[in-house]
């Protein structure tokens, strides 16, 4: 009996062991989907959880294909340590990343090396409502530095700054292109950030800063016409809320808590 059950648990050791070795890339695709709330999903995953490569896309329903959001594949390297807790990532795509980056650390603490990462706007429609209705278009990219990230009693917390640049936006609720670039900057501590946001150029201004607390957002701003705008962007700013009271201008106020 006991060399039974010794057999039975080298057998499912042994196939625990293989499962794990050749763990293929295309379970990834239903793991990220749950982690993001089925919002993103993995496409055309081939190789293994250590070393392969997929393009990111919007988690797509029955027989829908899978849109791709970002340019470009992502393929990646996973060190074997890292089941002993040292981890290490490599993640490259160089039609998406200025550079490739590198995930290193703990089970519970890591640090992830700069770079920045290219977010075409037209992808954005993937992700469902309201972006499908205002189907933005322009170029966005997402830069950061050294970021330190932990995960402590089931919270993440992040320590650094990124930066978003949205270059010639536009929508096709508004005949004017582009509406504008800005920039959306955050400064993060723990589980807190101070979010701003600036008008870099163009005739939709938008500004505002804000916070978020445990991923709860708080933010206050503005949005308004430049001068010689105000008749051709009426339309377009009445959608985007209600006018700012005491202001004799056509200014929106931009409120979220």
């Not at 039975?8 to 625990?16: D, E, N, P, S, Y």
């Not at 807190?192 to 939709?204: E, F």
Request: hydrophobic share 45%; glycine share 10%; net charge positive.
């Amino acid at each position: 009996m006991k060399r039974a059950m010794l057999w039975l648990l080298t057998i499912a050791l042994t196939m625990a062991i293989t499962l794990l070795v050749f763990f293929p890339a295309a379970w990834l695709g239903s793991i990220v989907e749950a982690r993001t709330g089925g919002r993103l999903t993995l496409g055309d995953a081939q190789g293994t959880l250590w070393r392969g490569s997929a393009f990111i896309g919007g988690a797509a329903g029955k027989n829908s294909p899978v849109t791709p959001l970002l340019p470009g594949r992502f393929s990646w390297k996973i060190s074997p340590l890292s089941l002993v807790g040292m981890v290490e990532l490599q993640l490259e795509n160089p039609e998406a990343l200025a550079q490739p980056v590198t995930f290193r650390g703990s089970w519970s603490h890591w640090q992830l090396s700069p770079s920045a990462l290219l977010l075409p706007a037209e992808g954005l429609s993937g992700l469902g409502a309201p972006l499908n209705t205002l189907a933005p278009s322009g170029a966005m990219r997402l830069s950061w530095t050294g970021l330190a990230l932990a995960l402590e009693n089931r919270q993440a917390s992040i320590n650094g700054r990124t930066t978003l640049e949205m270059t010639d936006m536009a929508s096709r609720l508004s005949s004017i292109r582009p509406l504008g670039s800005y920039t959306l900057a955050l400064d993060w501590h723990g589980q807190q950030a101070q979010l701003a946001l600036d008008s870099v150029k163009g005739p939709l201004l938008l500004s505002g800063r804000g916070s978020l607390n445990n991923g709860r957002l708080q933010f206050s701003g503005q949005a308004e016409a430049a001068q010689g705008y105000e008749e051709t962007l009426a339309n377009l700013l009445n959608l985007l809320g209600q006018r700012k009271p005491g202001s004799d201008r056509n200014v929106i106020a931009l409120e979220f808590h």
